[in-house]
């Protein structure tokens, strides 16, 4: 097992160097649109209409924006500087400053600065917890994040699918198809040891992610398919796109399918969505 410490400097340095890249990431393209379209579509329908949230490993702030243009006010928490620096920017960019209330460099690992109870909704949105490859440390993040949030607040995670990792590989780097029983088994990427070209990761299983939500005494509400039907199918699914029409009638099959238990399983991102018990 590599040393906490080697993965948290390999997971800073990666997201050091593309944090621009994760800016642009869920705008890049339909395809990829994809993943923030259907993620905002499960936070309109189980965030409460107001109050304080915590955007917990939300790098440049996509999200953040998002719903302070809605009113939330917002505490964003990030391991990277670098994306911080891009969310002020981009915050100041489009003024809304007064609802995001703090900007903190940390870890999902350690919500120490919070006291109980503290947000009426907390999100740990685009694999941060897929970047922690410690057992002991995803169930450390998953009890901060759960401690954090008032009871019968809602709580919406995304992980990197493992199912879907493997339909990458396939696709995009069949030379380390030699690395798929491992990635099947135990769902541990370490990069110059399981291949290279990503960051140290864990890949999930929707059970996984499931039972580590609800060990923490959380209510599971959904488990959703971040690209839904698309998933792996970026070529056809920015076609698309290029006729409105087409693409509106597609994207509403999508979001009605995308809980859908034989899609979630093999999605390149799963969310999940659950409540605090009280």
């Given amino acids: 097992m590599v040393k906490k410490e080697k993965v948290e400097k390999l997971v800073k340095d990666w997201f050091a160097k593309t944090a621009d890249y994760e800016w642009k990431r869920l705008k890049q393209d339909a395809y990829h649109q994809l993943e923030f379209i259907v993620t905002n579509h499960f936070l309109k329908k189980y965030l409460p209409k107001k109050g304080l949230v915590l955007d917990a490993g939300g790098g440049p702030g996509r999200y953040t924006i998002e ?31 007064h609802n995001v209330k703090r900007m903190i460099e940390g870890s999902v690992t350690d919500l120490s600065t919070f006291i109980d109870e503290t947000f009426d909704a907390v999100l740990c949105l685009g694999g941060p917890l897929s970047h922690l490859l410690d057992s002991e440390q995803r169930e450390t993040a998953a009890r901060e994040l759960v401690r954090v949030a008032k009871k019968n607040a809602p709580l919406f995670v995304s992980v990197i699918g493992r199912f879907g990792l493997l339909k990458t590989i396939l696709k995009e780097f069949p030379e380390e198809m030699k690395y798929s029983s491992h990635h099947l088994e135990v769902g541990d990427y370490i990069p110059g040891v399981q ?19 609800e060990k923490q005494n959380v209510e599971t509400l959904d488990l959703v398919a971040l690209e839904g039907l698309s998933s792996h199918l970026e070529e056809a699914t920015n076609r698309l796109y290029e006729d409105k029409e087409k693409w509106n009638m597609w994207l509403d099959i999508v979001i009605r399918t995308c809980n859908q238990p034989s899609i979630v399983g093999t999605a390149e991102h799963i969310l999940y969505v659950g409540r605090k018990r009280k």
């Fill in 195 to 213: 291949g290279k070209g990503f960051t140290a990761a864990h890949w999930f299983t929707p059970e996984e992610l499931q039972r580590l939500l």
């Fill in 67 to 97: 719903l302070a243009k809605k009113g939330y006010n917002i505490v964003l928490l990030d391991l990277v500087k670098e994306m911080l620096e891009i969310a002020k920017k981009q915050i100041k960019r489009e003024r809304i400053q």
